[in-house]
């Protein structure tokens, strides 16, 4: 039985400047033949690390035209990439890349915030955003559209899944996935300002309490070079446990903690020794207080119907159980 994994988690600097698809390819691969070199399972990448390709893009690209020029270019970065971890025997989650949708929905933006998981054993799976910042729905921005499955992968004895940034911070999602006995969930994340970067990692911090499993997140950090200015990212990178004595009371396994500037191709985080054994052992029924698997069907709310909470301009989130 599987008793630790190690995750990298490479918080990476988007103002480092490319010439091309082949030049972020090979930074990838740089940082994963490293991440392998230091005993790495997986290396996982931020939410649009796409964005860097921006720096090789034609002069102008309004807002609305950047989704559909990243996602012209993700092909051939999906074919770049998608060998490496059979090739270095290590794992990839290569962050974020937009994509077009194989059957758009009739008056959907045709666009999809999807992350790639490659194993080593050839497979790769996607994981699309389910819930979208105002941002990402702006018809006059990067105007993306909702996916609408979580995938629970086993390999390697272990049961991953991804959730993507503000996805994180949805605790019906939790809920949905804690009878499915994972032992590591991914969080790979954009988020401009500090606040944004409070929002996902407490909550990723939050989901390791609920499902009793590691919570592994990662950002980017400033912004891509292009011929305008650009509004920077905050972030860092997180491994997180459940707040466990055994585990050393405090629930932060590994951190870096959050910036928006670096130089380089920015930091990796090694979280060594996540400790999948006891993880399981805490499931089992070993932890202090969790009851386990807890679901509120039975319990009742008695209170006023609620009034005033829809906010104008917004649909509500679409009910994913």
């Not at 270019?73 to 270095?88: K, N, W």
């Not at 386990?292 to 829809?310: D, K, L, N």
Request: aromatic share 6%; hydrophobic share 45%; charged share 20%.
């Amino acid at each position: 039985m599987i008793e630790t994994f190690s995750v990298a988690l490479w918080a990476t600097n988007l103002a480092v400047p490319l010439n091309g698809i082949g030049a972020w390819a090979a930074r990838v691969e740089e940082r994963l033949a490293a991440a392998k070199a230091e005993g790495a399972d997986i290396l996982v990448m931020p939410e649009y690390a796409a964005e860097q390709w921006l720096s090789f893009a034609p002069e102008g690209l309004a807002p609305h035209e950047e989704i559909p020029w990243l996602a012209a270019r993700a092909p051939e970065a999906y074919a770049a990439v998608a060998p490496l971890a059979t090739r270095h025997g290590i794992a990839l989650l290569a962050g974020t890349l937009p994509v077009a949708a194989e059957s758009p929905t009739p008056g959907e933006p045709p666009y999809l915030n999807r992350a790639w998981l490659f194993l080593p054993d050839g497979r790769a799976i996607a994981q699309d955003k389910l819930c979208l910042t105002p941002g990402e729905r702006d018809p006059k921005a990067w105007n993306l559209t909702t996916g609408n499955r979580v995938e629970v992968v086993e390999w390697g004895g272990l049961r991953l899944a991804t959730l993507i940034c503000l996805d994180v911070e949805m605790p019906a999602l939790a809920s949905l996935l804690a009878p499915y006995d994972l032992d590591v969930l991914f969080v790979p994340s954009m988020t401009e300002k500090l606040s944004g970067y409070s929002r996902v990692f407490s909550c990723a911090k939050a989901r390791a309490v609920e499902l009793q499993a590691a919570v592994c997140a990662v950002g980017c950090i400033g912004a891509a070079l292009t011929g305008k200015k650009r509004a920077g990212n905050t972030s860092g990178a997180a491994a997180y446990v459940p707040c466990e004595e055994v585990l050393g009371h405090t629930g932060t396994w590994a951190d870096i903690g959050p910036r928006d500037r670096v130089a380089g191709p920015g930091p990796v985080l090694m979280a060594r020794d996540l400790p999948i054994a006891t993880l399981r052992a805490l499931r089992r029924g070993g932890a202090e207080v969790w009851p386990g698997t807890w679901r509120a069907q039975h319990i009742q709310v008695i209170a006023p119907e609620a009034a005033g909470t829809a906010v104008p301009g917004r649909e509500p989130v679409a009910d994913l159980t």
